[in-house]
């Protein structure tokens, strides 16, 4: 099976843009999340999804934002960059919800904001 | 409040000696824990969980970890290091009765020298 895909691998925007990122899963994984590394702040949790739902969310501002389709694959938007947003961010996914589940991580995206 | 604590920002150890690095937890009800490795510009990779059972778990690259319920710890171990197990470790942990959110230590860097 493919392994969790992330578009792009790379990115350079300039603060006030937006941005988008996708995550497509590991095929009949049904839930998706989203952490953004730094090396400052570790690996910090966004949002996860399931069934095109949002189950959980961490501690951002509201300027980031996800989605999940229909077919698993999900996006997350920043909005309004910062200087701070530039990081790694990370989509893993699993089968279903659940304590035992396992997480599956993408590459990343790395994200530089000028 | 559910946490996970890595105390060693660094470990060094000699190649072909045995490693240790450290995981303890706080959760309320059992705990469901996670081990990942990421290496340079990579995603993070799954190496073991506990679930439930054999307090001795073993997972991928001959890596091992052992549940210890009253010290609240979750220890990875292997008996011989190879330089190639140089990368950033992290421990995760679950609660089985919280929303399934992953709770993540800060990573330990693992340096193995020839």
């Known amino acids: 099976k493919a392994g969790v895909t992330q578009t792009p691998r790379y990115l350079i925007k300039t603060r006030g843009q937006q941005v988008t990122l996708s995550c497509s899963p590991i095929s009949g994984h049904r839930s998706v999340s989203w952490y953004q590394q730094t090396p400052g702040q570790g690996l910090q949790f966004l949002f996860e999804y399931f069934s095109e739902t949002q189950r959980n969310k961490g501690n951002f501002p509201g300027r980031f934002s996800g989605r999940q389709f229909s077919n698993s694959r999900s996006e997350m938007n920043v909005s309004t960059l910062e200087l701070g947003d530039s990081a790694l961010y990370l989509c893993?996914?699993?089968?279903?919800?659940?304590?035992?589940?396992?997480?599956?991580f993408g590459p990343g995206t790395r994200l530089l904001v000028l | 409040a559910q946490s996970v604590a890595q105390p060693e920002d660094q470990v060094n150890v000699a190649e072909g000696n045995p490693l240790t690095v450290k995981c303890t937890y706080s959760?309320?009800?059992?705990?469901?824990l996670f081990w990942y490795v990421q290496y340079p510009n990579r995603g993070l990779q799954f190496l073991l969980k506990y679930i439930t059972g054999d307090n001795l778990v073993k997972g991928s690259y001959g890596f091992e970890a052992e549940f210890n319920k009253s010290q609240t710890s979750f220890h990875l171990k292997k008996p011989s290091a190879l330089v190639s197990d140089s990368a950033l470790y992290f421990c995760a942990v679950r609660s089985g009765d919280s929303n399934y959110q992953l709770i993540w230590g800060a990573g330990t860097k693992l340096i193995i020298k020839p």
């Open positions: 959760v309320s009800g059992n705990p469901y």
């Open positions: 893993a996914s699993s089968l279903a919800l659940g304590p035992q589940e396992t997480q599956y």
